[in-house]
Nanobody
Framework: QVQFVESGGGLVQPGGSLRLSCTASGSIIIYILGWYRQAPGKQRELVATITGGGSRMYADSVKGRFTISGDNAKNTVLLQMNTLRPEDTAVYYC??????????WGQGTQVTVSS
């Protein structure tokens, strides 16, 4: 199993910034770290991922505004979110993918963008 420590969510005004942080631990070799999000009434969606080699992928809706960074050796991933919009409001979940395609999600942290 994998344990997660997530932090950084909160309330911010449109145009503001937040940084999410996550550290994963457990008996797993992690190949990909990332973030998903789920807004009320919507399906969970991928936000961004980063591989151990540093390759990054972003959802189209966050490109140019969000930046993912991480340290696979420390199983830590950060998500810098700038120019936040009300439609970014969601619960954000830390994500890891390990050997044999095993996937795990954290407990989630709430991000609310509102004036």
């Amino acid at each position: 199993q994998v344990q997660f420590v997530e932090s950084g969510g909160g309330l911010v005004q449109p145009g503001g910034s937040l940084r999410l942080s996550c550290t994963a631990s457990g008996s797993i070799i992690i190949y990909i770290l990332g973030w998903y999000r789920q807004a009320p009434g919507k399906q969970r969606e991928l936000v961004a991922t980063i591989t151990g080699g540093g390759s990054r992928m972003y959802a189209d809706s966050v490109k140019g505004r969000f930046t993912i960074s991480g340290d696979n050796a420390k199983n830590t991933v950060l998500l810098q979110m700038n120019t936040l919009r009300p439609e970014d409001t969601a619960v954000y979940y830390c994500y890891v993918r390990g050997a044999f395609g095993r996937e795990f999600w954290g407990q989630g942290t709430q991000v609310t963008v509102s004036s």
